[in-house]
């Protein structure tokens, strides 16, 4: 990333910190001021895509978004109460966000923005709902405030959709931290999950899975993470939990997963031994999985063993996961 230029200075008795910047995927430009941010997304890039890479490189927890611009390919999302699943429509044509608003959280570890838009047809007609994806076609303009704490989500199984959670019970900030480098393969590459099973082999989170097989593209690519397929039954999930743990293949660099020792339905778990899973599928066939236990409940672990096991073995894209390290510490 470019550096950031920060100029402070006194201004009626107020800090005025304005910064002007780029992310290093050139998804996007902004301002600081104070705890507001004025962005610029560039042309023909995803919105949700760039809104939430900024909002994982700047680091904000908590906050709330508006904007307006113009685009031409957007999917909106219905959510249906009775199915607990989300209904996907797609347009293609040009049209003008008259209203963008959201807010910004996280979920297991990552950030999690809560969107919804209406936008202006050439006939003058408007479409609005829940706002799944939006490719720009012309200005992209965008205020979001960082609350400076944090909020997280926690799914929800009565309503069948993920919640705020604001008052988070039973895990005394214990945090079970998994991190590793990131490297992006090409074809038939850079798919992974990564999960935690009790004593018996049940998984009780999916702490996160690569959109692209979490959807639905191990009906068609068996060879995708299959360990986790098999397990998690992606096909059962709803739209929500599948939301909930899914994300696009991010880029290059260190990526970090936290698990606050909760199940996939936002309970605390018991006290007790749980084994840790990071499957990633390297090129076709080929893919290894690392795994370790923790103690949860038990002592602080800062360095946790990890083994590996690789299936189909190939040097394409072999090194996609590296320098993982695994640690159980209290954050309190």
Known sequence: MMKTLLLTAAIAGMTF????????????????????????????????????TFCEELKILSGSIAGIGAVDELTLRFFNPGTKKYEDKSFREQMEITNLTGNIST???????????????????????????????????FVVEDYGTSITRTYNPALGLNCYDLHPKGNDGNRLTISFQFHRGGIASSQYAIWIEDKKGKIVRTLYATSFTAEGGYKY????IPDWVRKAEPGKMTSAQVDAVTGATPPNGNLTYEWDGTDDNGKPVPSGVYRFFIEGSLYWKSRVVYTGEVNWGGK????????????????????????LKVSLVKKN
């Open 300 to 323: 602080e672990q800062p360095s946790i063993p990890v083994s590996s096991r690789f299936f189909n073995p190939s040097p394409t894209n072999k090194n996609m996961i590296t320098e």
């Open 221 to 224: 690519r068996e060879d995708a």
């Open 107 to 141: 979920m297991n570890g990552k950030a999690y923005l809560h969107i919804h838009a209406t936008v202006g047809r050439a006939d003058y007609s408007a479409l609005g709902g829940h706002l799944l994806a939006a490719v720009l076609n012309g200005a992209g303009e």
């Open 17 to 52: 910190l304005e910064a002007n910047a780029q992310n290093e995927q050139r998804m996007y430009t902004y301002k600081q001021i104070g705890n507001k941010y004025v962005v610029s997304v560039n042309n023909r890039e995803e919105i949700v895509k760039a809104l939430t």
